[in-house]
């Protein structure tokens, strides 16, 4: 059966943990190929289609940016992120990993855009660009500096500060005790949530800066585990106030941002 051969491919791709194969998009391919046939399947061959297409169903809740930088040392961050959150708010949720250089970049589906990183922080002009828009439609971004990583931090809160908004002259403060993820699941500590935020008096970001991550933790490093709890409980919280801001969509739906001005 040329479906089994897809269910195959399909167990490959999530053993591996790989969005691609062979710089392939294994899902879309085989999905747009099954979506494009006609005839009637015989039924063993129309349940492995099934099992295959399954694996589409759940809304991309995360992007995982892949900027020009050291993006990926955390590889399974993100992954146990929509694991764990899912879970806990009852979703079935998905993740993705994408670049920003485009307004129909598959990040565009996603509720929560997540980057972290120790390298200096470099952004082109149309990943710029795409931030505003993915913001300016509800939009959660949430940064975090790994290993100590000063540099990142430091130019990540240059960049945005001066080039996103530079109209509004946005600064960025301490994370209010306030603020709304601190109850969005959990009923987090101040202390839990350490980080800036990006401000503007006429106007709410929802763009975060944090001092205390979660990303190693959560990613299963093994000197970080005792922080695995907190990093649990932080991570359900943010998802669940991004995803109250910005509805996630599904892996095959066709998502464009409109452009900000």
Not at 58 to 79: L, M, Y
Not at 154 to 177: G, H, K, V
Not at 190 to 209: M, N, Q
Request: glycine fraction near 6%.
């Amino acid at each position: 059966h040329q479906n089994y051969a897809l269910y195959a491919l399909e167990r490959v791709g999530m053993l591996l943990d790989a969005q691609e194969i062979g710089g392939v998009d294994w899902y879309r391919l085989g999905a747009e190929r099954l979506l494009k046939e006609e005839r009637v399947a015989e039924p063993s061959s129309l349940a492995f289609a099934l099992l295959f297409l399954s694996k589409g169903d759940a809304p991309i809740a995360i992007a995982k940016w892949q900027w020009q930088g050291d993006w990926n040392r955390q590889p399974r961050d993100a992954k146990h992120w929509v694991e764990w959150g899912g879970g806990e708010l009852g979703k079935r949720l998905d993740w993705i990993s994408a670049p920003l250089n485009r307004l129909d970049s598959p990040a565009a589906k996603a509720s929560l855009i997540i980057i972290n990183g120790r390298d200096e922080f470099k952004a082109s002009d149309d990943e710029i660009k795409f931030l505003r828009a993915f913001l300016d439609g509800g939009g959660t971004l949430v940064a975090e500096a790994t290993c100590d990583g000063r540099a990142f931090a430091d130019s990540f809160r240059r960049q945005l500060q001066t080039r996103l908004y530079p109209e509004l002259t946005p600064r960025w403060e301490a994370i209010n005790r306030q603020h709304p993820a601190l109850w969005a699941k959990h009923e987090l500590l101040p202390a839990d949530l350490r980080g800036e935020e990006l401000k503007c008096e006429c106007r709410e970001f929802r763009i975060l800066l944090l001092q205390n991550g979660m990303s190693c933790a959560i990613n299963g490093d093994i000197d970080s585990q005792a922080d695995l709890p907190r990093a649990r409980r932080v991570a359900t919280n943010l998802l669940a106030w991004a995803r109250q801001s910005r509805a996630p969509d599904k892996k095959l739906d066709a998502i464009t941002l409109a452009p900000v001005s």
